[in-house]
């Protein structure tokens, strides 16, 4: 029987299987961040134990920082605390350390692929749930505990069991006004938020072959939003292209290898998943949530579904949203365009070039907060910082900023916010908050009409 892209990726990193236990994997490439290693390393200093790798661990501060003044102290006294702590801890063990104020500091799965730390057929770990961004690259990535951080920091393996396998296959192009935000938030709306649970997610099909690498990243980093443990998509000439010639991906002789590896990276025609799914693309609409759950979702163009159920009922009541009626006209108080799902520069082109010639609503404050300090400098050399400033929008710096508000951008007690994050959990922006998620090209559609808006409406598509 043949092999899934899965299994040949994650067999080939399996050190030791542990009888009746977990197995034990080999990381190729450790994340890190200020909020889950601080404790990580403690554990370190407490069993006397240095980094076992240091060279296979890079950081990056994101989550706590600030996304204007970086160039001042950070006023939050714990978020000051845990991004020193950061710097002094890399340091300490010979840890490459992207700090405020470095031209590649940002979100630190935006920042690994943009560098060419993220490979194909790597196994890739970050104490953050959306390390399944990395799959884009045919790479198994996933997110772990602050313990499991100090597992890895202390011995480069990890004890995993084996998630279980499935495909979800989507065939066909994209509408108009239809992108991969769209793509994934309608998988997961017919999965539900839990849908994936305890499996790690295939996606194939030429809707995803056709899609940039940057749209490929943002499906699989809501992977995790269907509760499933990672998502990945086989490598081929678009990721080697991506790669290629970025400053930590291989090069001259090293480079013809690895791609020949890599072209043998991908599922095999007689290989066996444990769940399949197939969707057509031509069903798919531009998407908003409406719940308090990545998977209440629709079309925006939809009227909100009815259920008895009394979790579904507390999430419309939280939401201000009413069953049986669309969203579209509700007013929007802010809109959010960035984080690790929607912070590249594919996505601030998308929203720049809708707004170009157009001035934002009175009645919404936008945050434009890109990814890292390389998408920062793109936006301002092609000029989409201009185009923002005479719609009245500005361009902060980077950060995961309100995605899930650890930081100063928090979106205020029973606001509105049209947000291209990943998750819209009740005070995920801030307390009290209410995010709706959708792609960049929707939230432009909002940050210029001042409510729910369909994109394809607003800018003629």
């Not at 006397?48 to 006294?77: C, L, M, Y």
């Not at 960035?338 to 609503?361: H, L, M, P, W, Y």
């Amino acid at each position: 029987m043949g092999k899934t892209l899965f299994d040949k990726v994650w067999d080939a990193h399996v050190v030791e299987n542990i009888e009746d236990g977990p197995q034990v994997l080999y990381i190729d490439k450790h994340l890190i961040h200020e909020v889950t290693s601080p404790v990580a390393f403690l554990g370190l200093d407490r069993r006397g134990i240095k980094v076992f790798r240091p060279e296979n661990t890079v950081a990056t501060p994101d989550h706590n920082v600030p996304t204007i003044n970086q160039d001042k102290p950070i006023a939050d006294e714990l978020s000051r605390m845990q991004v020193d702590k950061l710097t002094e801890n890399t340091k300490k063990h010979g840890i490459t350390l992207y700090g405020l104020g470095h031209p590649n500091q940002g979100v630190v799965h935006v920042v690994g692929p943009e560098l060419g730390h993220t490979q194909p057929g790597m196994t890739v770990v970050c104490g953050d749930s959306h390390t399944a961004t990395h799959g884009a690259f045919g790479a198994v990535a996933f997110g772990i505990g602050t313990s499991e951080v100090e597992m890895v920091l202390a011995s480069q393996c990890i004890m995993q069991p084996k998630p279980k396998k499935m495909r979800i296959t989507v065939s066909g192009k994209l509408k108009a006004g239809v992108t991969p935000k769209d793509v994934v938030l309608y998988i997961i709306s017919k999965l539900t938020a839990s849908g994936g649970t305890g499996y790690f997610i295939e996606y194939a099909g030429d809707t995803f072959t056709s899609m940039t690498m940057e749209g490929r990243m943002t499906v699989c980093n809501m992977s995790i939003e269907c509760g499933a443990r990672g998502g990945l998509i086989a490598p081929d000439e678009t990721t080697f292209e991506y790669v290629k010639g970025r400053e930590f991906a291989p090069k001259g002789e090293e480079w013809n290898k690895k791609v020949e590896y890599w072209k043998t990276l991908y599922t095999d025609s007689d290989a066996v998943f444990d769940m399949e799914y197939t969707f057509d693309a031509a069903d798919i609409k531009p998407q908003i949530t409406f719940g308090t759950n990545p998977g209440m979702g629709m079309g925006i163009d939809e009227i909100v579904p009815d259920e008895q159920d009394i979790t579904y009922k507390k999430a419309l009541d939280y939401m201000k949203v009413q069953a049986g009626k669309p969203v579209l006209g509700m007013p929007v108080d802010y809109v959010f365009v960035g984080s690790c799902t929607n912070g590249r520069i594919e996505d601030f082109r998308a929203f720049a070039n809708a707004v170009k010639g157009k001035q934002k609503a009175d009645n919404v404050v936008v945050w434009i907060v890109p990814g890292s300090g390389q998408v920062e400098k793109q936006i301002k050399a092609e000029g989409l910082d201009k185009i923002l400033n005479e719609a009245g929008i500005e361009l902060r710096q980077p950060g995961c900023s309100a995605c899930l508000a650890m930081n100063d951008d928090k979106v205020p007690a029973g606001k509105l916010a049209v947000a291209t994050s990943n998750r819209n959990f009740e005070g995920r922006q801030g307390p009290g908050s209410r995010t709706m998620l959708a792609s960049p090209l929707t939230a432009a559609a909002a940050a210029i009409t001042g409510k729910v808006s369909d994109p394809r409406e607003v800018f003629g598509l």
